[in-house]
């Protein structure tokens, strides 16, 4: 190995969107702030459509290498009713000879692996070349405190977590409410609970954690996992990088501004609400329906994302986002909604099918508000561009997420929880979407406005020069020169 070369970090993606998108950002902090090589595998879905898009501009670019590697069919080795999550865990640990050929016929040899949590099986592929390892949680730290702390509930408590009385307590952290939980620990007996153990137990494997947080931002869980109740539990070093997040699409190549921009411009400033569930969440026909009548009702401009539903279901989102079989969908939308929305909305509101440059749209002054399913990647997004949100959390860890958006952060409002309640009626929508735009509340200036502008100064703290992420990222940086140089 040349020593003299910087060193080579190879970065792991799993299918999907969620995953891609923190891997590509975090590239590109190594490449910006410490002129590391980088290549990226990405293990891609290849069903959808938003998610080639993305790998064709991330192919084009000068920065670093991208490798695709295409996922494997795994149709005859799980159920048809397997989950999301369970696919992604089998997916990526059927694709590992593919990652092992991918790994070891890189131009340049590889001085450090970084997989996300879906990739933590092939972290024994950087064991065998000898460099360093490190998992990226693109999630926060409470989600990681969970995770980590999950083995011990194991064995801790019998029976299912979501028929507990009290919330599950994790040493150091906020405890998680039973219905707060994420969706691999809503079942025991659910392979997709068995396969977050396995994820669990391979943490102490790794060589460090990097999460995109901040250390502000969540002090008592960043501490725990770091030098407190956790750090043993966890065994390997944490480092809090974040918030890592894209820069708007607008500003990396596009000549033409996009009709939702020109719509954008032309209203007044924060008056709009964005509406989108992630880059795969559906909703029911009934729930889209209340929507629209909750956007009448609550007066207020919006842009929404609509997506065709598939029966109500929530996380068909990783492996059929934006297919071709996708095209006619807005016709297929329009038969469900309110007789006459769009007519009597024309002016006031905008319907954009399946995808928008999210990071645009909130990014531009006439945003007021967000309704998201609190996916973390949005939810930091919302965050940097000082955008207050109404959670609406559909899967995975958004139930979390909406939790600490609002009991801990007060960034946001959130949909109640009702147990087996499946539709937000429209009054509950019109009357959140209200809230988040009033500019007082009984009085006092509008607190989750206040908080997210609040936070979003000491999100850029955190990454400036000397800011805590930028320290956390520059120690990993070190350790992977340091191993460089000596091996
Ligand atoms: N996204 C987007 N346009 C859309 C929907 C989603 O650009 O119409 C992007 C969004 O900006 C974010 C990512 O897709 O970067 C979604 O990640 P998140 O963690 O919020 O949720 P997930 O999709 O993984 O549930």
Not at 141 to 155: G, H, Q, R, T
Request: proline fraction near 6%; hydrophobic fraction near 40%.
């Amino acid at each position: 190995m040349d020593f003299h070369k910087p060193p080579h970090i190879v970065l792991l993606s799993s299918p999907g969107l969620g995953h891609l998108i923190p891997i590509i950002e975090l590239a590109k902090r190594f490449i910006i702030h410490h002129k590391f090589n980088l290549t990226i595998l990405a293990v891609t879905s290849q069903t959808s459509h938003a998610e080639s898009q993305i790998l064709k501009s991330a192919t084009n670019s000068s920065l670093y290498t991208i490798i695709q590697i295409p996922s494997p069919n795994i149709s005859s080795l799980l159920p048809t009713s397997a989950t999301v999550s369970t696919r992604l865990s089998v997916t990526m640990r059927q694709a590992i000879p593919s990652i092992k050929s991918a790994l070891t016929n890189t131009p340049l040899p590889p001085s450090a692996l970084i997989v996300d949590i879906f990739g933590t099986e092939s972290l024994t592929l950087a064991q065998e070349l000898n460099i360093p390892k490190f998992i990226y949680v693109a999630s926060h730290a409470w989600f990681l405190s969970l995770i980590v702390y999950s083995p011990i509930l194991d064995k801790q408590i019998e029976g299912q977590y979501v028929d507990q009385k009290e919330p599950l307590k994790i040493p150091g952290c906020k405890p998680v409410r039973p219905e707060d939980l994420i969706d691999s620990m809503l079942d025991r007996n659910d392979s997709q609970y068995k396969e977050s153990l396995i994820v669990a137990e391979k943490f102490p494997e790794s060589d460090a954690v990097l999460v995109n947080t901040w250390d502000e931002l969540q002090q008592r869980e960043v501490k725990a996992l770091t030098n407190g109740e956790l750090s043993g539990v966890l065994k390997v070093p944490v480092f809090a990088v974040g918030p890592l997040v894209r820069q708007p699409e607008s500003e990396t190549g596009q000549l033409k501004k996009p009709v939702i921009i020109q719509w954008l411009d032309k209203q007044p400033r924060e008056s709009v609400i964005f509406v989108s569930f992630g880059s795969g969440g559906t909703v029911s026909y009934e729930q889209m329906k209340e929507i629209a009548f909750g956007l009448e009702l609550s007066e207020q401009r919006f842009i929404w994302v609509v997506r065709a539903s598939t029966g109500g279901g929530v996380d068909t989102a990783f492996f059929t986002t934006g297919s071709s079989s996708f095209n006619d969908e807005l016709d297929e939308i329009r038969k469900h909604l309110p007789e006459g929305f769009e007519e009597r909305n024309k002016k006031v509101g905008l319907l954009v099918q399946n995808w928008a440059p999210q990071v645009t749209v909130l990014k531009h002054p006439s945003i007021g508000g967000f309704i998201t399913h609190s996916g973390w990647g949005s939810v930091l997004e919302s965050i940097t561009n000082g955008v207050p949100m109404i959670a609406w959390p559909l899967y995975a860890e958004q139930r979390m997420n909406a939790a600490l958006l609002v009991e801990e952060l007060g960034v946001a409002v959130r949909t109640t929880v009702v147990p087996g309640k499946n539709v937000v009626g429209r009054e509950e929508i019109a009357s959140l979407v209200r809230n988040v735009f009033l500019l007082e509340q009984n009085g006092k200036r509008n607190h989750v406005r206040e908080r997210v502008r609040e936070i979003k100064i000491s999100a850029e703290k955190a990454l400036s020069q000397g800011g805590s992420s930028y320290t956390a990222l520059s120690e990993v940086a070190n350790m992977i020169v340091h191993k460089h140089r000596f091996y």
